[in-house]
């Protein structure tokens, strides 16, 4: 797989210690940006970038609107807020209302990101209670991006990468040790 310019780790119920796990792993000369888009409560957002940065090499940064993407950062996606990726490479912040009952939408910055990044987007979709995601994921794979789904046996919740699998939205189906391998590969 040819090395992507940018990276979104998304999900919902059962994802957020998968992707705080593999986040932890970067180094910190990890040059490709990552973003994480994950369902989560308000009362989660307890300095979350503060407990990531202490637990990681790498930078992580809460996102904030007109944020310029830029690589060596793992992006986090604030609660409450849909999340688009602009042409000129920036991150926009919506407050409209929820996408299946979500905010932020994971189709919505999956899409964004895909319109912008094209062929050079690898989009990870984890565990997850719904179907949000694949559609993004569509997107992305019809626009020459590479898709990933969490294996549905390893997912806490296989919702969201069983909606993505059965939609024809991803490349491959990977095990959480295979996605951290393939991960790591990127890193110089």
Not at 6 to 20: C, E, N, W
Not at 53 to 67: F, G, L, M, P, Y
Not at 157 to 166: E, F, G, K, N, R
Request: with cysteine; charged share 25%; net charge negative.
């Amino acid at each position: 797989m040819k090395t992507p310019e940018l990276i979104i780790l998304a999900g919902s119920a059962g994802a957020f210690h998968v992707i705080y796990e593999l986040v932890k792993k970067l180094p910190a000369s990890y040059a490709i940006p990552v973003v994480v888009v994950m369902h989560r409560g308000k009362k989660q957002d307890n300095n979350l970038e503060g407990l990531w940065n202490n637990a990681s090499e790498i930078i992580v940064k809460e996102i904030t609107d007109k944020d310029e993407i830029k690589g060596g950062i793992v992006y986090l996606c604030p609660s409450d807020y849909h999340l688009f990726i602009e042409k000129e490479k920036v991150f926009s912040l919506d407050v409209s209302e929820p996408v299946l009952f979500s905010r932020p939408s994971i189709d919505l910055t999956i899409q964004s990101a895909a319109e912008v990044y094209k062929s050079k987007l690898l989009a990870i979709l984890f565990s997850g209670a719904n179907q949000d995601g694949a559609l993004g994921l569509l997107k992305s794979k019809s626009l020459g991006g590479e898709t990933i789904a969490q294996d549905p046996n390893e997912a806490e919740v296989d919702t969201m990468p069983l909606a993505a699998i059965t939609l024809n939205a991803v490349n491959k189906t990977l095990k959480t040790k295979e996605i951290e391998l393939l991960m790591l590969s990127f890193a110089k």
